[in-house]
Nanobody
């Protein structure tokens, strides 16, 4: 079973940057999907960015051009570089993973989740 541990959250002012990290325990999936999701109080969990084993990425429209997802396979670590942060980016951010392809931003597609890391952006 894959274990995911996020880090890097915090509080920043609008326009600032943060980099989230997600350390994954070793997995043997040849094809996989990994992604970042977020959930604000009173709102549904939404997909932010995903990456597959071929390196293909997908982003929510709200973060395109500001966020970048990447993965270091040697370290089994997923990253989310967040620039030009806005107050509406405030949420708990979760790392998720699953085997297979046809990733997508739907949270229902992923069965392995981290515990989350809080991101707060003040205006």
């Amino acid at each position: 079973q894959v274990q995911l541990v996020e880090s890097g959250g915090g509080s920043v002012q609008s326009g600032g940057s943060l980099r989230l990290s997600c350390a994954a325990s070793e997995y043997t999936w040849r094809n996989y999907c990994m992604g970042w999701f977020r959930q604000a109080p009173g709102k549904e969990r939404e997909g932010v960015a995903t990456i597959d084993s071929d390196g293909s990425t997908d982003y929510a429209d709200s973060v395109k051009g500001r966020f970048t997802i990447s993965i270091d396979n040697a370290k089994n670590t997923l990253y989310l570089q967040m620039n030009s942060l806005k107050p509406e980016d405030t949420a708990m951010y979760y790392c998720a993973a699953d085997w297979g392809d046809l990733c997508g931003l739907g949270h229902w597609r992923y069965n392995y989740w981290g515990q989350g890391t809080q991101v707060t952006v003040s205006s």
